[in-house]
Structure formats: C-alpha cells, structure tokens
C-alpha cells in the first residue's frame, strides 16, 4: 500500500486506487479493471464523490426488486471482488442470495482467486461458472455459469458490467440491477435498475435498505411500479452536466 495520508484531500480514492492496484498483484482483479475503475474514477469526480438523490432512489428499487424476487443472485467480477467483498457478502446475508463469480477476462485461476478472497472475508459459499449451464445471446466466457445460480436466477444482481451479458440476461427473462457510474454506459441503460454511484457507497446503504422494506410489502411494490430507469439515468446526466457550475 502506497503512503497516502489520511488529510489529503483526494485520500478515499486514492485508497481505491491502492486497494484495485493490490488486486491486481494478486491476480484477483484483471489488468483491464485498471482502465475500468479509472473510467469509473472520471465518472465519480463528476457526480461529487457522493450518492446523490437519483442513486438513493435506484437504490429502494434496488431494494425492493431483489427482496421480491424467488432466486436472486450476486454476480461477483475481479473489481467488484477487490473493492467491495464484504459488501458483497451482507448482501448475500440480508437477501439469503448466494454469490456467484462471474468474469469477462479469462485468466487461469482468478476465478479460483475470487472465489478464495470471498471465502477469506467470511462468505459462506461461491457459487463458480460450468459449462453444464450456459447463457444464450452471449459468445464470451460470461456465459459459463452455475445452474442453480445465474441461470436459474430471476433477478441478477450485477454491479459494474460489461454490457454483453446485461442484454443476453434480459433476453432470458431476467430483471438486472447494477451498479455504474457511467450513466450513458450500455448496461446502465439496458438494466432494469441502474444504481449510478460508486459500488463501494451504494452496496452499504442496499444492505441497509433491504431489512427497512422487509415489514411494509405494499408500500415498496408502488415504489417499484412508480420505477422509471430512464428518468434516474436523465437526472444523473443532468446532474453531470451541471458539475461545471459547483454542484
Ligand atoms: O473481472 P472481469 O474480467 O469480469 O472484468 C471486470 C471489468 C470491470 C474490467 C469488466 O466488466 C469491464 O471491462 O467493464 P467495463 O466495460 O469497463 O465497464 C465497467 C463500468 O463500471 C464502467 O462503466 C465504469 O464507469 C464503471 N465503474 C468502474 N468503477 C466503478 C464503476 N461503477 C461503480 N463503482 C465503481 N467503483
């Protein structure tokens, strides 16, 4: 880990930055998620480094989806893996769901990897890809998953996705949260709910809002029917687009 100290300004993201780099070294996280989490970095100095209204409403739908759903399921890539495990492993805990790993680069072992860093943090069991079960409308290897996992799931829960598999997974019926900051990304727009917001912010306040809803059903359908993901991701690039001016 580099030295950075707690008073700089930028310390928390800087910190990601270590904490992705260290990742990286362990072969947890692939080589491309250095490009995508500085994608991500841009996207978040332009949102304020914060969760903002439209994220917080994404999130109780969020909430709501995944708590009515029969077999939701976490899928778990290389970046998710390095900067948010414990995250990852509440929710499983707060929803009963299991985890999955699920990544675009193929490299030997990572999946192991992940599976491994998930179990070392305290998740109770990893569910890996096979080749029994397969997603269709998808060539990449994000379509080898577990048959009482991704494809037996009815709500996917995928936070920063690479598109492909967002669409192939709604061409299967399936509803799809995630996680993005880039508003404009393909998978922010193909999900059914798009939480725009850096993973490591919005996973806690999910888990915090899961057991809230748990005791008002009724209240939290109309929230889900009241849903536009459009209109969210709308605000989230009108709230960009006005970052120049201070917000
Ligand atoms: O481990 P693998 O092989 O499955 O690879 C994982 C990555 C993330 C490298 C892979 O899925 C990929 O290439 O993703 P993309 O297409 O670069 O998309 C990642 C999206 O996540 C981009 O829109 C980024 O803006 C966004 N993003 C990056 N970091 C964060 C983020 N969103 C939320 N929180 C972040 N910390």
Known sequence: MSDVPKTHPRYLSLTLRDTIV????QGITSIHGLIAHGRGEAFDYLIGEETQPFAIEAIHAAAVMLLSA?????SVNGNVAALAPEGLIELGRVLNAPL???IFHTE???EERIRDHLLKYGAPDVLMPTTEAQLSYIDSNRKFVHPEGIFKADVVFVPLEDGDR???LQKMGKNVVTVDLNPMSRTAKQASITIVDNVVRALPLLC????ELSSDATTAQDTLKRYSNAAVLQQALQHI?????GN
């Open 22 to 25: 260290a990742a990286v070294e």
């Open 70 to 74: 029969e077999h939701p399921i976490i």
């Open 100 to 102: 999955e790993v699920n």
């Open 108 to 110: 030997t072992g990572r």
């Open 166 to 168: 967002c669409e192939a």
């Open 208 to 211: 915090e809002k899961i057991p």
């Open 241 to 245: 687009s006005r970052s120049g001016d």
